[in-house]
């Protein structure tokens, strides 16, 4: 199966809705419903998450680390 998400306009969305109900479970599944909020506001919700971003902001760039340097 695949996941897909996607930000739906407002004009269409109860249509859009509606043709997802359509098909069988086994063959879509909503998983989550929310309202889009922006990624500002998403991480203002986060408890904490403002005063980190404000502390790493504060920190020296010399603490950073490169993309290559990352451990994923």
Do not use: C
């Amino acid at each position: 199966m695949k996941i897909v998400t996607l930000k739906i306009d407002e004009r269409v969305s109860e249509k859009f809705i509606w043709l997802l109900e359509h098909f069988s479970p086994d063959e879509i599944k909503i998983l989550e419903q929310s309202e889009y909020i922006d990624d500002d506001t998403y991480l203002r919700t986060i408890k904490g998450m403002t005063q980190s971003i404000l502390e790493a902001k504060n920190e020296p760039t010399k603490n950073g680390v490169t993309l290559d340097q990352l451990e994923w």
